[in-house]
T-cell receptor
Framework: NAGVMQNPRHLVRRRGQEARLRCSPM?????VYWYRQLPEEGLKFMVY????????ESGMPKERFSAEFPKEGPSILRIQQVVRGDSAAYFC???????????FGEGSRLTVL | SQKIEQNSEALNIQEGKTATLTCNYT??????LQWYRQDPGRGPVFLLL?????KEKRKERLKVTFDTTLKQSLFHITASQPADSATYLC????????????FGIGTKLQVIP
């Protein structure tokens, strides 16, 4: 049973470009969470999604950031017109029923030049 | 405002001793509290979950306590080993509704051989 798969593991973008980060939850998990982690800082909640629904996006910046979890395929975190401050590690986690333990991927590390 | 406090300074202990990490929180009424381990460049890995009506939980060399009056959890690793060196994250899930796990900044543990 494969774990949470994130890709790409590393992504380099120039300012103004778009970044797309993908997350495939564990098999049977329909709850997906995205977190952002800056160096020497904790994991910051961004968004919680279930299939085809955004449940809580209170941690998402109001502009340039969006997330989706379609009926088929991985969850996508999209960052438009990236700026240097978007450079961070973005972690995806999944759970089977929205309670208890979170299963994390290995993260996608975005570097904005 | 809601706050989770972990000692952000690194904790250094001698191999074989018991490591004790502290997690304090304010303005939360968590349904449960979790501890995760994170190695450099990796995603967090779940260790233990303790519910609000539980005082203590054990798993092999790990022990967690949860005092909702003091608003504090202690995480113990007995007979510590160099392989236990990592950052340990405390996480809270508020009561009621859907899951929205919030993480502390973590405490870096270094076990010295």
């Amino acid at each position: 049973n494969a774990g949470v798969m994130q890709n790409p593991r590393h992504l380099v973008r120039r300012r103004g470009q778009e970044a797309r980060l993908r997350c495939s939850p564990m098999k049977g998990h329909s709850h997906v969470y995205w977190y952002r982690q800056l160096p020497e800082e904790g994991l910051k909640f961004m968004v919680y999604l279930q299939k085809e629904n955004i449940i809580d996006e209170s941690g998402m910046p109001k502009e340039r950031f969006s997330a989706e979890f379609p009926k088929e395929g991985p969850s996508i975190l999209r960052i438009q017109q990236v700026v240097r401050g978007d450079s961070a590690a973005y972690f995806c986690a999944s759970s089977p029923d929205g309670t208890g333990e979170l299963f994390f991927g290995e993260g996608s590390r975005l570097t904005v030049l | 405002s809601q706050k989770i406090e972990q000692n952000s300074e690194a904790l250094n202990i001698q191999e074989g001793k018991t490591a004790t990490l502290t997690c304090n929180y304010t303005n939360y009424s968590p349904a449960y509290l979790q501890w995760y381990r994170q190695d450099p460049g990796r995603g967090p890995v779940f260790l233990l979950l303790i519910r609000e009506n539980e005082k203590e939980k054990r798993k092999e060399r790990l022990k967690v306590t949860f005092d909702t009056t003091l608003k504090q959890s202690l995480f113990h690793i007995t007979a510590s080993q160099p392989a236990d060196s990592a950052t340990y994250l405390c996480a809270l899930d508020p009561s009621g509704g859907y899951q929205k796990v919030t993480f502390g900044i973590g405490t870096k543990l270094q076990v010295i051989p």
